[in-house]
């Protein structure tokens, strides 16, 4: 068995490859050209797959790395991104776990099986992300808490892409009667579709709980400027009787009673307090605050 | 017939059992590694069944307990996980309930049944949560209701799971022509079949419906935020004339008609109240309030 | 052909019966633990059916009832419950209508035809509440609309579940090719299968609609808002040249233009009212109100 | 080839057509109990469809209208509504349109034809309603808006409703392989199921436009709210100070700073214009308005 | 093989072809009645294909223009639109392309290459205008967003339904075994209905984040609402005790404390302050504001 691990998609080897072991052009093409889904395709002679591992990078943005794979009658040939270090170094983690693999069939689900460890920590990522927005949204709705529901979101939409047609390979793998994959495989393909199948129900759920978050944000909001039009209205019905009152002991006119007296103030006081009592004492009556 | 009772499944019961009935690696791995999804596999020589029980604690949270079922012609294996005592609880229950089973397959079913019991009292108890979200959704909604109502939803999400995957199972449970099952257990395995699929029917009715609070709680809030502006409108209108009046009167210009009268004051104040109650009225006429 | 009308499930009438035609301890069951999903099962001998019928009271709350149906190749057993005397009438209005009937399968027909007939009045009934519903909201929208927005959706969901099962069942019984069921009855099962199938149509449109009731409100209320904003700021901007003005006149400070003139108060006045005009010009000018 | 043009459901006529070609006493019933839905029954001796015309009335109100049509060897009836003389003048241009075709298969194309032809005038009408009713919702949200909607909506599930049922009916007649249709038909009925999924697919599209309309309606009003907002913050800005100040000045305490000085009042407007520009902008600085 | 490139589909050539290769008249019609759905249909002889080209012109707006192709044993026949200059020019670019090509099958591919080629740069034009309408959603919602925002929509529907129709076109060819395509075409078939499907993944995705722009839109809004509130709440606090503490030391009553003192302004001013920031303090301890 020969495993081929092809570092740059444009290294002469790959040709050399291709014409070995009549490789399909278009397939040649789509590891060049890269950002493809993940797919697989039987040709005569070889199985061709596409897998996408996704990971995070510092700032928490999303980063998704294609991977190509061959799988032959005695050849494997997997052919990585130029400029993705973490997909080689994961390449060499297969390596060294298919130590003792002595089949092609078995290295090629090794590759898979890695691929598909990629995505459980991102997914645990978003979990913990969502529980805080949640958090945020309910105690402090601010622009940002906003802006980071959406950036989540649209991570969240890629996400569901890659697993979704990852779980498309992963079944069409688990029903395939390939010759180059051996019987005794198939346990093991079928736990890798029920990893991928778990994953994206997982995703799913992270995205009801997204719009679920993104609903408390909006009820958050709609409930603080209640509560503020509570709290200007009360201001208003505290203030009014004091300022209409005053202002009538104010006027120059004639006549207001108790004016002349030693306890004015203490009167017109009284009645200020009384009033703003008995109005906020009839809202609160009627429930009309 | 022969039953293993698994209760702890790091012991090394297991794995003597897996070299007797030639137990598969991936399977014993599943019973190890928890927080497997319900599901069936039918390998050679015995079927490998995953069930989740749910329960609430005392705090109203839901948690889920996996239990691991090996079905074969002779055997039935059944291990639960070790820090779970209500799971143990339950299987001596079973253990009661299946005194005079003779067949593996009664016991096996008798164990499903039991499973699939723990789900409507859960479902219960969300049914009447919604009900009582709904009614302070609509008589006082409180950020308290809101994060109750996303609490709800989160546990309604993960309960849809569980019950999804258990249908899957009991769908291919009772389509399975297995030889270690008899055919006289196919009316009770469509019936655990039926009552799986009622339940499931039941969260999806219970999702709409606390959505429909949700609804509830953000109409209703808005609708507090109408009124208190009437009542602050309300409340400016009435301050509006008197204000402007006795502002004007309290000027210190030549020439307020009336203001030099004993009756300024009663003037005065007949002015603000007739052009308190006009405005009100003109307001209303015109349903601008 | 034999007619078993068993109007209580609990009589050992039932046991008597299912005795001599064979019917399956668990279809026994279902007859007396009531609630059971409309359902259609074939056994060895019968086919097994359950029907709900629905009827409003006289609050207008929606309530199911079940009725269980064995027929066999010269028997039909009808089971209500025993507290529903509404079914027991039905049943009486069936025997009427069959009385020239002399096979099992026309009985059996005449009585689904009946339970699948009390859809339609209900149907009617949540028509117009959403009818009603929807013109409340436009123009009074209330908290009471709002409940009863969710009660009517509460029972729709229901009613949408009854009619999907019972749709299943009719389903199957228009495909089925039961030795009881004989082939020119086909043309009646497809028209029920018709029926219960436009009705769940009905269903659907009754729930598009009233969620749309339930948007209506929502924006209904934020133009009502919307409104009253508008004329709080109206009234503000009335208010505020005459109180900056007047509280300026008010001032105990020298050389207050015009004040001491004989037209002081007209001169005010005109200021007070000129400003206000520019103000509300400049307001509606600009579309800022 | 004879085709039997019935103008009234209730006429004797169709009652000796039923007895002459044997049709089916439930599509009889069909025929004279109005309001089916679109459906196609294949019938020994013919094929029963059920057409529904749509058009608008003066008021822009959606009508409906039954056909009815029998399809046999050498035979098309068609039956219309008797109140509806729309559907008698189609028929007269079916007449006309169909002079040259001597077989019944030909005859009843050209019904099917006319009677989806029907359905682009009104799609368009609800196309150009829709593209009002987005501008009014952006640029003057009214009420009058809100019930333009819901009732436009109203009709489109209505509309759905009939096309999503005549597709079916124009899928089932390209597949079927019914002895009353010619091959060489194929083509033209396979057109007219092109048509009618074409339409479905637009109202489908301008359902999905109208809920953008009633989103346009929300997020209008609610920016609307948010608008005279600022002018009453702005209004009660520019208020504060000049209000405040002039307040303190009238009061009767001793001391006030510059108020014997002639130039009393020109020192207290700058006072008041100051800290009202000041005011103003720290707000706009922050963003806070 | 030839290939017959029509420009005009009005001109009598077309006709000629008709005639020549027994073209069905349905398809001639479909050629001169433009605005059809693109789709596939197998007719004995050929294969007719109508093929949906997109294009943005100066102003944003999406532009769709119809192709239609008749593929035969050894003959291409190209219909375009005769006042579309970007599809002769395409087909310009095609006869370069498929210069060497000396199969029919091989035009044909070419042809729907290219057609596919013109949705990849109208997708990424869209997708770079969601992100500005996203940017300005959370920044500064304005109505001219929104507008924005439905006019993006409409064109995602209307793309939506050529993408959905071209895939079901591609699908059909690379299931199909027509006599007209050779076996080593499937490959290249498949990758136009893997690009096509791409494309329709990211229609999906795009709409997706369109509705969540307007989600921020609305959020956006009522957050700056809120904000606004708490403006004016808290220019009404700063206020109130000023005017409240003025007015009534502006009363024309004896007995205010300190009103003849020489300290008496700063004493009402201490007053006031104080009062304020006891307020603030009070609302903001009790999480009012």
């Known amino acids: 068995m020969e495993w081929h691990k092809i570092l740059d998609p444009n290294s002469p080897e790959l040709d050399r490859l291709a014409e070995r072991y009549h490789l399909h ?18 040709s005569p002679g070889y199985i061709f797959t596409v897998m996408k591992g996704v990971r995070l990078n510092s700032d928490g943005a999303l980063l998704t790395a294609d991977l190509d794979l061959f799988l032959g009658e005695n050849f494997v040939i997997t052919v990585v991104e130029d400029d993705c270090p973490e997909m080689q170094a994961l390449m060499e983690q297969v390596a060294k776990a298919s130590n003792g693999d002595s089949r092609a069939d078995q290295v090629y689900y090794r590759v898979l099986d890695h691929m598909v460890d990629t995505y459980l920590p991102v997914l645990d990522h978003y979990d913990e992300t969502i529980d805080t927005l949640e958090d945020q949204a309910l ?50 393909l079928r736990d890798i579709y029920d990893h991928v199948a778990r994953n994206l129900d997982t995703v799913e759920m992270l995205r009801d709980l997204l719009s679920g978050a993104l609903d408390v944000y909006l009820s958050s909001v709609a409930n603080r400027t209640n509560q503020v039009m509570k709290v200007l209205t009360v201001l208003g019905t505290v203030a009014l009787p004091a300022v209409v009152v005053s202002s009538i002991y104010g006027m120059n006119v004639k006549g207001l009673p108790g004016a002349e007296s030693p306890y004015a103030l203490a009167i017109v006081l009284t009645l200020m307090a009384t009033s703003t009592i008995l109005l906020l004492w009839v809202l609160k009556r009627f429930h009309w605050l």
């Open 25 to 42: 052009p278009l397939h040649i093409e789509d590891c060049r050209h890269r950002n493809q889904n993940a797919k697989i395709e039987e």
């Open 139 to 188: 105690e402090n709705p601010a622009p940002k808490t906003l802006s980071c529901i959406f950036e989540t979101k649209r991570n969240l939409i890629v996400l569901r892409r890659v697993l979704a047609n990852t779980r498309d390979v992963a079944n069409h793998l688990q029903r395939t009667e390939s010759p180059f994959i051996n019987r005794d495989m198939w346990p093991f």
